[in-house]
């Protein structure tokens, strides 16, 4: 049986770099006092002895945990399907592993999810949050205060009526929405449908929104409200053409209920574009380029936008106040 080689302590190192105990501390929990000749024997005497820090005593010392929760405001079922979420976590992971920070992931279904969140963030287990796909009367912001944590969130808030105070990265979709209306116009269309996303979160309402600035007093029968998933665009578009049957375009909210609106197009015989022109709204690309045909939507960055939340978080504590991406319209066969 092998021998259990013993940890390197505080002591062993302090030892080897000929100084206390209280300056090794010093230095791995990057405080100041330390003159940089002896910091960098104690960092010399770490590398050698491979001295890997107790996190639970360094976060007594630092009261910082290098942990970041990320709050998903989904089922799991939908974060794990939809490749919005695996692009948003992406951008997160890779800028708070630069950083040296853990992703703590957590998912919220019904209200016992929020009370079992609450509790996790009110135990000061992590340094911060960032919460995305919230929904409008979802109860994770008051949590999330009285806990008393920075916080950056993902998408414009409703919460607060818009008062502001709030650290928040989005996307324009009020002018990405506005772009892709306008294409359609200028393909000659004249009987554009809307398909919304879920009227509870924020990015549905914007997108809706610019459909309106541009379309005006358009007939409220053309606009059919979906849910962000391919199954919601499938049922919004048999809506639609139900109600008016000689539609010549659509502008579905995401990608997802784009082609699960290319799908119903087809199965009713509609040639897209030459009698039905489509555009979706994201750009993802494992579903935008592999449609029939392949989709024109609106471009938003999901990993910048995941990487800039991380971001914010840890170079300036979630400062108060929004940043908005822009969007591009990315033109495929579809319309």
């Not at 010093?26 to 940089?36: L, P, Y």
């Not at 010392?61 to 399907?81: C, G, Q, Y």
């Not at 799908?263 to 994201?282: I, Y």
Request: one cysteine or more.
């Amino acid at each position: 049986m092998t021998d259990t080689v013993p940890r390197p302590t505080l002591e062993a190192v302090a030892a080897r770099a000929g100084v206390s105990r209280a300056t090794v501390s010093r230095v791995v929990n990057g405080s100041d006092g330390v003159r940089e000749p002896l910091a960098e024997r104690v960092r010399r005497a770490v590398d050698e002895l491979g001295y890997v820090p107790n996190q639970a005593a360094r976060s007594l010392v630092t009261k910082r945990h290098d942990a970041i929760a990320v709050i998903v405001a989904e089922p799991e079922t939908r974060v794990f399907a939809d490749p919005f979420f695996a692009r948003q976590l992406r951008g997160i992971s890779k800028e708070l592993t630069a950083h040296d920070n853990q992703l703590v992931l957590l998912l919220t279904e019904d209200r016992d999810d929020h009370a079992r969140v609450g509790r996790y963030l009110a135990g000061g287990h992590v340094d911060g949050a960032l919460v995305f796909s919230l929904h409008i009367d979802d109860p994770l912001p008051q949590l999330i205060q009285r806990a008393g944590l920075p916080t950056v969130y993902g998408g414009r808030p409703d919460w607060n009526g818009g008062q502001g105070g709030v650290a928040y990265v989005d996307s324009d979709n009020r002018g990405g929405a506005r772009d892709a209306v306008r294409h359609l116009l200028g393909l000659g269309r004249e009987r554009l449908a809307h398909i919304t996303g879920a009227l509870d979160q924020t990015a549905a309402v914007d997108r809706l929104d610019g459909f309106r600035d541009v379309m005006g007093d358009a007939d409220p029968l053309l606009v059919a409200e979906g849910d962000f998933t391919p199954g919601g665009g499938e049922r919004a578009m048999r809506l639609l053409l139900e109600r008016c049957p000689s539609l010549d375009a659509v502008f579905a909210a995401n990608d997802l209920m784009a082609a699960g609106a290319l799908r119903v197009l087809r199965e009713h015989g509609r040639r897209v574009p030459d009698d039905v022109a489509v555009v979706g709204f994201d750009d993802m690309l494992p579903v935008a380029e592999q449609t029939d045909p392949p989709l024109t939507t609106v471009r938003q960055d999901i990993e910048e936008m995941g990487r800039l939340m991380a971001r914010r978080l840890l170079d300036d504590g979630a400062e108060p106040d929004g940043l908005i991406l822009p969007t591009m319209l990315v033109r495929r066969a579809s319309a």
